[in-house]
């Protein structure tokens, strides 16, 4: 019997039912780290291990190399920039994710930034509190009704999104190098593959792709400098995408009037971080997923990711690598 036990590696902390949902069979044994990423401590662990779940932890080449019984990774989320996907690719090893499982939240999340920036709640309630109620005068907030959204992504997050806006009334175009046309069209809203041409008229540009070596600062110098004057942007899908010293000039310049920002290139940021400086900018602690309902269904497909998979039955649409495995 023992032999076909499967040693499952929970990286961090998750919601408790996906693991209720691993303890529930008996011929899997759950290792969980509590967080403990390190890479020391990550190798340590591999030998022997059938599957991993992992939120944050980086898993190398040099790492996996030592779980020489991998079946499957598992992502308690969708963006899997930290982990060597081509590497387990090649070993036929599936990189599962939870798909659609936290992208409601997200987009939510994306539409409370954008609002909260639109019409200056923060600067509001500081002067409301501080006394300064004579003062209400000098805002002038912006109205969403016929202003231009770019929606950069139109994948599970970004087809969420443009309804949303256009629903507010909003100029609506999405933008993506795999374009999903019909959709669009059914929508109602404008589709282009390439963004850069509707950045000179764009009021607000909201980012939903995924952290890849070709869109690694996406928006830098050059899209600030093309974005119209006074635009305000929304970063709720990873920190690389923007080049953070171009966002930092754009501000400082006037450029665009304000930013939403869930995810930075160094998370957690360094405390005197440039952007912390800014007034305009509004920051979440990359937990645009963390609504409740949002963190049981992540915990439950990662969970449920990894018994399908040791049970040959995992989804396609959960498969990050799909494409990768078939070419292998």
Known sequence: ESNNMKRVLVTETMHPCGLEILAGRDDIEVVHLEGDIRPETLLAHMPGVHAIAARSAELTADILNHANELEVISRHGVGCDLIDVEYVSGRGIPVAI???ANSLSVAEHTMALMMALAKELPAQDKMAKSGNWH????????????????????????????????????????????LDRE??????????????????TA??????????????????????????RG????????????????????????????????????????????????????????????????AIAMSRMTAENILDCFDGKLRDDCTFNLELLKAS
């Open 98 to 100: 939870a798909s659609g």
């Open 135 to 178: 003062k209400r005068n000098e805002f002038r907030v912006r109205d969403f009704q016929g202003a231009k959204i770019l929606i950069v992504g139109f994948g599970r997050i970004g087809r969420l999104i443009a309804p949303m806006c256009k629903a507010f009334g909003m100029d609506v175009v999405v933008a993506d190098i795999k």
């Open 183 to 200: 959709l669009a069209d059914q929508m109602g809203v404008r589709a282009v593959e390439d963004f850069r041409p509707e950045l000179p």
């Open 203 to 228: 009021d607000f540009l909201t980012l939903h792709v995924p952290l890849y070596p070709e869109t690694h600062h996406l928006i830098s110098t050059d899209e600030f400098d093309a974005i119209k």
């Open 231 to 294: 635009a305000i942007i929304l970063n709720c899908a990873r920190g690389g995408i923007v080049d953070d010293d171009a966002l930092i000039k754009a501000l400082d310049s006037g450029q665009i009037d304000g930013a939403g920002i869930d995810v930075l290139s160094v998370e957690p940021p360094d405390s005197n971080h440039p952007i912390f400086r800014h007034d305009d900018v509004l920051i979440t602690p990359h937990n645009g997923a963390a609504s409740v309902s949002s």
